[in-house]
């Protein structure tokens, strides 16, 4: 079995992981999300809201997440995701320690986490995307590197979804492939705010920073390279 075949059967199995119900913590917790929001300080929300809004807006009409990488036609599959992991684990560190740094320098500074934890996770995306000899500059790449930010960090339903829409991408009507900016939030929001608001939390905020930042990079991770492995290895 080849490098190719081995790595697209167990994206295949992630995939249907996804139709799977979350555990009964994350199930729990979910139902926590009306009460913990209400406690959240409103300047909270709005940094979320405006922080997720901006990142789209960069996301789709500049270059700021877009920073070159070497790239190299020539480069196995293998090669190229051996490249990728390369790049997450660095990412990883960053925002880990980011999110410790923050975490132990009181709320304010821990609010600020938001922002840059985002702008992490979207050059990690762009980089990702430049690895598997993706073209960037493409408007309709950049919608897809969003959804695939989407299909990460979303509830049980709207997981099931996204997905559908990724693997059906060059068949998909416009009107399916638009970006929901509002879902988006609040999806993003209610998936992350229960781990956030202990960030927030002196004495264990900068714990809990850095292992949960390094926990959101490594499952951005994990969308990202199977998203991909199902979209380009069937292609070949």
């Not at 979350?22 to 917790?29: C, D, K, L």
């Not at 909270?44 to 922080?51: G, K, M, N, P, R």
């Not at 960053?94 to 410790?100: I, K, R, Y």
Request: overall charge positive.
């Amino acid at each position: 079995m080849t490098y190719e075949e081995k790595k697209y059967k167990e994206a295949l199995r992630w995939s249907r992981s996804l139709e799977k119900r979350s555990g009964v913590i994350q199930r729990t917790s979910k139902g926590l999300q009306s009460a913990i929001n209400q406690k959240i300080p409103d300047r909270v929300h709005v940094v979320v809201t405006e922080s997720i809004k901006r990142m789209i807006e960069l996301s789709l009409t500049s270059s700021q997440y877009i920073h070159p990488v070497e790239h190299n036609e020539e480069w196995s599959f293998e090669e190229r995701e051996e490249l990728i992991k390369g790049r997450l684990k660095q990412y990883k560190s960053t925002a880990s320690w980011e999110g410790a740094g923050t975490g132990a320098g009181g709320f304010w500074l821990g609010v600020a986490d938001f922002p840059m934890l985002l702008s992490i996770k979207m050059k990690f995306l762009f980089d990702t995307a430049q690895f598997y000899g993706v073209d960037i500059n493409r408007y309709e790449e950049r919608v897809y590197l969003l959804h695939i930010f989407m299909l990460t960090f979303s509830s049980d339903k709207e997981k099931v979804k996204v997905r559908d829409v990724l693997l059906n991408w060059e068949n998909e009507p416009l009107e399916r492939k638009k970006v929901d900016w509002k879902t988006l939030q609040l999806e993003y929001r209610d998936t992350i705010d229960l781990v956030k608001l202990m960030q927030l939390v002196p004495g264990v905020g900068a714990i809990v920073g850095y292992v949960a930042n390094g926990r959101f990079l490594e499952q951005l991770g994990e969308t990202t390279m199977n998203i991909y492995r199902l979209r380009l290895i069937s292609h070949t």
